[in-house]
């Protein structure tokens, strides 16, 4: 997640230092494994030895060339200082305008007693390491290191000049998702990061979720939710030659698959649940008839690209549809079980794309003023004389009727995008 600069001089000071001041308690080690020079300790006891040999191989899972000897140790802590995920220490020194690459780099990893299995802490991992890749290859083929990025390859292929890229974490303007390392290293799993890092969580409709009775997305953070930090800039893969820089970066020659055809995105339709709520529908075509393809449609307030919700994830065999909003299902006993979803205003829809190699591209996007959709759709369920809901409730539901639904531009919490309750009419 953090980037950080270290050399030789102070390295084993600063672990030490580190671990008296972040954690309260001494640190127990709990398993240790060593491999090629490279030493990864436990200090969580949800880490035992077979499970740091797994880890090891996952780290070789990710695209590495000579950098990987310059890596000397990573450390799984139980928790984490102020809510990061991970750190990296790299080990260079400067000896008359030369960079001289040390081999004592250190990646630390947090919260391994949540993050307890190759797949929770693959991402991070992978981000981790990237920072290492990028950074030691840099200073290996161009002499560039953090403070004269600015003249780097990287950032005229990445088209970052111009843009609000920070160099200096120093900045008074310091913003994390403009630090030039975090993008690169965001770049790094986008393209050379393991299927493990880059796996996607099969999100499900609001109309799927209410028929299985199961609770909105317990992993709402996945790779194809958010695929790099930054909402502002392409995503890697829509860069062409990003691909081929960054592995000649190690001396490798590979030409990126070509991109898929972007799809057009129809129109919203909706109607009205049976709770008196819009339910909306989008669906959108298959321009790459032969190619297997992964989509999930996301949603975020126009004002705010941080805030996106999955709706759904399909496959390119699958009807390409979506249902989103507030969805109702009356069942045999005269209850009505409804999932309540409200948008106002602006909000808009995008479309990931990612292939059978792992890549994910940036698809189309619609933004739609959803207070008038929805004024749309309650007038033509006039127009059109649909029923309304019995008025004669039995019993209250189980969400107080004037609590609204709170939409994802007024909370960071997926559990309070959605409420469910039962209503029984005579």
């Known amino acids: 997640m953090k980037f950080l600069k270290i050399n030789i001089l102070t390295i084993f000071f600063t672990i030490f230092l580190f671990k008296i001041n972040i954690f309260a308690a001494p640190l127990k080690t709990y398993a240790t494994y060593t491999a090629n020079n490279l030493t990864i300790t436990s200090y969580s006891k949800s880490w035992n030895k077979n499970m740091l040999k797994d880890l090891y191989v996952e780290l070789l ?57 190759i797949p929770k802490i693959a991402n991070t991992l992978s981000h981790e390491y990237g920072h290492h890749y990028m950074i030691y290859n840099l200073v290996k083929t161009e002499n560039i290191y953090y403070n004269n990025l600015k003249n780097s390859k990287y950032v005229k292929i990445r088209n970052l000049e111009g843009v609000p890229v920070i160099y200096d974490t120093e900045s008074e303007d310091y913003l994390y998702h403009w630090d030039i390392m975090e993008i690169m290293a965001d770049d790094y799993v986008q393209l050379l990061g393991s299927s493990t890092a880059k796996i996607s969580y099969n999100y499900k409709s609001v109309d799927e979720l209410l028929k299985a009775n199961e609770n909105p997305y317990e992993n709402p953070y996945s790779f194809n939710l958010k695929p790099q930090l930054n909402p502002f800039i392409p995503l890697a893969a829509d860069i062409e030659g ?22 057009k995105l129809n129109n919203i ?107 749309n759709i309650l007038s033509n369920n006039k127009n059109n004389n649909v029923k309304k809901e019995p008025p004669n409730m039995i019993e209250k539901p189980s969400a107080s009727p004037d609590i609204k639904p709170i939409g994802p531009s007024s909370s960071g919490s997926l559990g309070d995008l959605f409420y469910i309750n039962n209503k029984k009419y005579l």
Do not use: C, M
């Open 269 to 375: 339709t909706g109607t009205i649940a049976l709770n008196g709520e819009p339910t909306y529908n989008i669906s959108w075509n298959n321009p790459n008839k032969d190619a297997i393809l992964e989509y999930t449609l996301v949603i975020y307030p126009d004002n705010n690209p941080f805030v996106a919700y999955p709706l759904k994830t399909v496959t390119s065999k699958e009807p390409l549809n979506v249902t989103f909003g507030s969805y109702s299902i009356k069942q045999t006993d005269g209850t009505i079980k409804s999932i309540s979803q409200i948008y106002e205003d602006n909000y808009t829809l995008k479309l990931y794309i990612k292939d059978s190699f792992g890549f994910i591209y940036s698809g189309p996007t619609l933004t739609s003023n959803f207070t008038q959709l929805s004024k």
């Open 61 to 117: 899972n990710n695209f590495h060339g000579d950098e990987f000897n310059y890596l000397s140790n990573i450390y799984i802590y139980p928790d984490s200082p102020e809510g990061v995920n991970g750190l990296y220490y790299d080990n260079i020194s400067l000896e008359n305008g030369q960079y001289i690459l040390g081999n004592k780099a250190y990646i630390n990893l947090y919260n391994g007693e949540r993050y307890n299995t």
């Open 242 to 263: 990003l691909y081929k820089y960054l592995l000649s970066l190690s001396g490798f020659k590979l030409n990126q698959p070509k991109a898929p055809i972007k799809p």
